[in-house]
């Protein structure tokens, strides 16, 4: 498993998020304060406090790619 902190600061960075995310099958959680959501739900991310950074746990040692792709928002 993989963790990292990110910050999502404009809507178009939440959709481009998402859209990186669904290109991947692994299964991905964005954390904040005490809610758990899924990363592939543009939805679930705008239910989270978007002012904080963002944990995400990505469930498969497998997607070191997804790492790379999302390392942009990275804090």
Same mark, same amino acid.
């Given at each position: 498993?993989?963790?990292?902190?990110?910050?999502?600061?404009?809507?178009? @960075?939440?959709?481009? *998020? #998402?859209?990186? +995310?669904?290109?991947?099958?692994? @299964?991905?959680?964005?954390?904040?304060?005490?809610? #758990?959501?899924? !990363?592939? +739900?543009?939805?679930?991310? *705008? +239910?989270?406090? $978007? +002012?904080?950074?963002?944990?995400?746990?990505?469930?498969?040692? !497998?997607?070191?790619? $997804? *790492?790379?792709? $999302?390392?942009?928002?990275? #804090?």
């Amino acid at each position: 498993m993989k963790t990292f902190n990110i910050m999502l600061k404009t809507i178009n @960075d939440v959709k481009d *998020f #998402v859209n990186i +995310s669904t290109k991947y099958e692994c @299964d991905i959680d964005l954390t904040s304060g005490r809610y #758990v959501v899924d !990363a592939k +739900s543009i939805m679930g991310i *705008f +239910s989270l406090d $978007l +002012s904080k950074p963002i944990k995400v746990q990505i469930h498969n040692d !497998a997607c070191d790619n $997804l *790492f790379n792709d $999302l390392k942009r928002f990275s #804090v």
